[in-house]
């Protein structure tokens, strides 16, 4: 006989406060599967989850909409320059 069981029907609940407590890397999704989906399962339910997730995903799309400038060719030598410098062990200029 087949089991027909439902594999996500194991998962054990998420309270809210896991859920903040992971928001970032849920948004990002830099979690493993099944704690994604435990939170996923979460904001189903949770409306107030659901929507500090929503707002936190429009921060970020607003942030990569509005940080899309290329530092001019100058400062980035400065940058790699200081970073080689400080690789090496010197102090920096």
């Known amino acids: 006989m087949t089991d027909h069981t439902d594999p996500l029907q194991d998962i ?6 896991e859920l903040l407590e992971h928001l970032f890397e849920f948004v990002d999704s ?8 435990r939170l996923r399962r979460h904001l189903d339910e949770c409306p107030t989850c659901r929507e500090a997730t929503d ?3 429009r921060v ?3 942030l990569r909409r509005s940080c899309q400038e290329v530092a001019p060719s ?11 410098v400080l690789r090496s062990g010197g102090s920096p200029g």
């Open 12 to 17: 054990e609940a998420c309270r809210c406060e």
């Open 30 to 37: 830099e979690m493993d599967d099944h704690d994604r989906e």
């Open 55 to 57: 707002a936190e995903a």
């Open 74 to 84: 100058t400062l980035r030598l400065r940058v790699i320059t200081q970073i080689s």
């Open 60 to 62: 970020r799309l607003l």
